[in-house]
């Protein structure tokens, strides 16, 4: 049974940091490109950052030069790393898994889902 479970999530001031993981299990996720979507009330779910196991790192423009997505293929575990966060980054976020090649940025291309974790930033 294949698992994405985040956790790291909670409340913070703007301006501070979190580090978000997710622990994947029930499956090699070699071939998976994996990433992190964020999904703010009222709005759709929309991707933040991903990668694969090896290889380059892909970001939103909203978060570029704040936020670090890194994983260790020992653990296999992602990590979404959020430096000065905005109010704005306020929602709650997911970890996916994708069997496809390339960069994957839609969410309805995803075949794994985490169960959430809610992010916080107050101003």
């Known amino acids: 049974q294949v698992q994405l479970v985040e956790s790291g999530g909670g409340l913070v001031q703007a301006g501070g940091s979190l580090r978000l993981s997710c622990a994947a299990s029930?499956?090699?996720?070699?071939?998976?490109?994996m990433a992190w979507f964020q999904q703010a009330p009222g709005k759709e779910r929309e991707f933040v950052a991903g990668?694969?196991?090896?290889?380059?790192?892909y970001y939103a423009d909203s978060v570029k030069g704040r936020f670090t997505i890194s994983r260790d293929n020992a653990k296999n575990t992602v990590y979404l790393q959020m430096n000065s966060l905005k109010p704005e980054d306020t929602a709650v976020y997911y970890c996916?898994?994708?069997?496809?090649?390339?960069?994957?940025?839609?969410?309805?291309?995803?075949?794994?889902w985490g169960q959430g974790t809610q992010v916080t930033v107050s101003s």
């Open positions: 990668m694969r196991w090896i290889g380059s790192e």
């Open positions: 029930g499956r090699t996720f070699g071939s998976y490109f």
């Open positions: 996916a898994a994708a069997y496809r090649s390339g960069v994957v940025t839609t969410a309805a291309r995803y075949d794994y």
